[in-house]
């Protein structure tokens, strides 16, 4: 076990290693010149010639990149051309707002995917088990930013039940934070809840058919007991793998969410700086949501021991 | 399982044709919408009228029987803008799943095949797909500049590692077989053996994965230019004129809507196909690739 953790934490390390040479070189080998953007539109060939300089913009390329990486494992990003900033710590002000509705989107999506998922995989072939499953490719299918003004238009426009968009702090109130949380989280977990459910399903089908459910069948256990019990604990590996892989899903997703409800997260702070050309901002908070993707499927993996004990490594 | 032994296709005759739609509904269903609308974005310059041009006397007119689906902000036919937007989305969604397919494979059968390879290739593919896969779109058109060519290399780059993936488990599982084996043993040529012996088996996988690739590079592109980091502007595209049309929500849903909808029933269309060609080609598998 603690080889196998060793191990993986080696690999992680590596692929991290790799992410990084990737950002970096995304940023070096793009087309322009990187002093010129930092420098602005109105400066001078002196100008951007000696910024050159004083960034190291003329060393070799292997030099450059291990000067940066020595500073990123510093946890030093770089500054915002824009606001000057630490980036790292413009992404701290941000997490927040991000970390809220991430976490609302897993609390509302997980437990309803894979009720979903045993319900359809329960009453296969039935209307139930085909509305269910057709919901799930319709949530595959709809993009965030249609679903979002969707929800605005009719919750919070036409039944004016709701807060159109914007984000109140925790700190400042904690129900209207909840409040303003509820629909950003529905537009956001959709594609997740139908990810989780269509795998629940099959596995669950899959696990159905087996001699062991048979048996508790026989026995005469009551079916929920079977569902929960026998065959959902069975299922566990293969759900826990698709929420973690299905965290990419939801990155992206914020990315498009905060934007439609105006939400300042991260994914604004990117989108901001898109327009700006802020890359160093860019590059920051690509290597992050990286690093963070690549230490859940981490977790991820080792989970597995605690959800199957017949699983040892 | 090589191309040959798939079940047929439907024939002509009506009852066949009949036979075959009552047993892949969904098949058919995507199948049919999408046609309609490859079709259409085809042949909107004969029909679907000027998506270009402002006209702010009639500015957020609601739907009628002279616009469709009314105008927008700026007074252009809000009808014409989505038939004209049909185009870039299929085009980027075709293009993406041809041209990750092909450079997936080929890397994969490398990868599969030659295990030095392995090694080092799937590891830099790892890195690849540990950066969200929209954020290194966004960058890459950000640093690299808008037009369609740079929206569809900022989407396929990465979804080349999940064809990598596929197509190297196939190939691993069929390296080893005795059919190929003999090849090799009768001194049949590598690229023979590669291109006669392997690639049939991942032909099936193949075909469904495109059709999800389709669909995912048909929702990245319309995000992208949603977060104005797509194709140039002008261009009538879904995400942008819903990202322009956005303020203008409560006064005139449809600029928001329509494009929304015609997006969404895009990407339902060839997720239906791509789920009907997944339970014809393979009945066994019930799970997405």
Redesign the interface.
Known sequence: MASYILKRLG?TA???F??S???FL??RL???DPAAVLAGDNASPEQIARLRVMLGLDDALPIQFLRWFGQVLQGNLGVSVYSNEPVLSLIGQRAEATLSITFTTLLIAVPLAVTMGVVAAHRAGTWVDRALMLFA??G???????VG??L??VFA?QLQVMPVQGYVPIAEDVGRWAWHLVLPAVTLGLIYTA?IA??T??TM??ILSEDFIRTARAKGLPMTRILLRHALRNAGVPIVTVIGIGI?LL??GV??TE??FNIPGIGRL??DA??R?D?PV??G??LV??AI??LLNLLTDLSYTLIDPRIRY | MSVTSLPPAAEPTPSAAWLFARRNPTLVAGGAILALMTLAAIAAPLFAGDPITINPARRLRPPSSEHWLGTDQLGRDVFARVVWGARVSLQVGLLVAIVSVALGTIIGLIVGYFRTADALITRFMDGIMAIPAILLAIAFVALAGASVWIVIVAIVLPEIPRVVRLVRSVVLSVREAPYVDAARAGGTRLHVIMTRHILPSTIAPLIVQATYICAAAIIVESALSFLGAGVPPETPTWGSMIAQSRSFLPRAPWTVFAPGFALALVVLSVNLLGDGLRDWLDPRSGRRG
């Open positions: 690999s590596l692929v991290l790799l992410v040479i990737l950002v995304l940023l793009a087309p322009g490719v319709a595959f299918s709809l993009p965030a930013f249609v003004y969707l605005v238009y426009l990810l269509r795998i399903r099959a089908i899959e990419a990155i992206g990315v498009v934007t439609v990117v989108v898109i327009a050309r890359y860019i590059q908070v690509i949501c990286s993707y690549v």
